[in-house]
């Protein structure tokens, strides 16, 4: 099967970086498929959860939870720079809930709008990252 090179970026480190057949991202809009050979773009991504298949995957699909960021498709490489990615199985979901009821508290304080925008971005991050978090636990029953 045809590859595209792959790189994924987060602010403090290099989540992935080789070959890739196909990637799926979480666009504000819905989710969006990448194949080798796409025309060149660029494209915000939202919190949620990317995917991506590899040519030593067999098949399986690799999962990260990332925040908010761009993808660049461009010469068969796409590039993905996020503020953050983690593994599904890498999440503390104990941190996570703690993050989500903290949010959920801030949520319902009087705030300004800049408050308030922070708070629910916060509350996304922490359902994008439980959401991952259970989601891998269902798939290794």
Known sequence: MSTFWLKIVASDHV??????????VPAHDGEVGILPH??????????GELRFRT????GQWRK?????GIVQV???RVTVIVDTAERPEDIDEV????????AEEQMRQKQSLREFKMS???MVRAIAR???KRESEYKNI
């Open 64 to 68: 990260a939870v990332v925040g908010l």
């Open 120 to 122: 629910q971005a916060s």
């Open 15 to 24: 989540f992935f970086n080789g070959s890739c057949e196909a990637l799926v």
């Open 55 to 58: 040519p030593e995957s067999n």
């Open 95 to 102: 941190r996570a809930k703690q993050a989500l009821e903290r």
């Open 38 to 47: 796409r025309e060149a773009m660029i494209l915000a991504i939202q919190e």
């Open 130 to 132: 439980l959401k991952g």
């Open 74 to 76: 461009a010469n068969n």
